[in-house]
């Protein structure tokens, strides 16, 4: 209706107003490009808090095939970290930090962790039989979670193309 289109008009131009100083804001402010000793050298990894570190490490260890690249000692001489990878190298792989902490609700729902596996049927199943089934096992990339409900996707690469 005519009522309805106005009401939406005058919406629009109400968010459009409160946006605009924003915009311009950001517009107007130059930022100089990265130097040299500034830039980042690349993506660490990504760190997850976890309910139970000893489990979640089990599981990517254990599970998934990653290995522990280095423990952090609390003050108590206790672990409270573990950077988990592909090769054992903490300088060379991209990690997954598990730390015991409080997971906050919707905090498991950032994205999901992606790894690539030959095969995602083999990799699927495994995690199947190990109590933590996908919702369904297909050929090619699957679907699992962790102990905590972190997405884990296994990526099977395409065949490349003859």
């Known amino acids: ?13 109400g968010a459009a107003l409160i946006a605009l100083p924003w915009a311009t804001a950001i517009a107007q402010t130059p930022i100089a490009p990265l ?36 423990k952090v000692p609390g003050k108590d001489g206790k672990v409270v ?18 730390r015991q902490g409080e997971i906050v609700p919707g905090a498991t729902k950032f994205g999901r962790i992606v790894v690539v596996v030959p095969s995602g049927r083999k990799m699927a199943e495994r995690l199947a ?10 050929d090619g990339t699957n679907i699992v979670q962790d102990p905590d409900g972190y997405t884990i996707e296994l990526y099977q690469r395409p065949a490349p193309k003859p």
């Open 81 to 98: 970290e573990y950077l988990l990878g592909m090769t054992g190298d903490v300088r060379a792989d991209t990690l997954i930090v598990l």
């Open 35 to 70: 130097a040299e000793d500034t830039k980042p050298l690349r993506v660490s990894g990504l760190g997850l808090n976890v309910s139970n570190l000893e489990r979640s490490m089990k599981f990517y260890t254990d599970v998934l095939g990653l290995k522990v690249d280095s």
């Open 1 to 13: 209706t005519g009522v309805e289109i106005m009401a939406l008009r005058s919406f629009l131009l």
């Open 129 to 138: 039989s190990a109590g933590y089934p996908p919702a369904k096992i297909v």
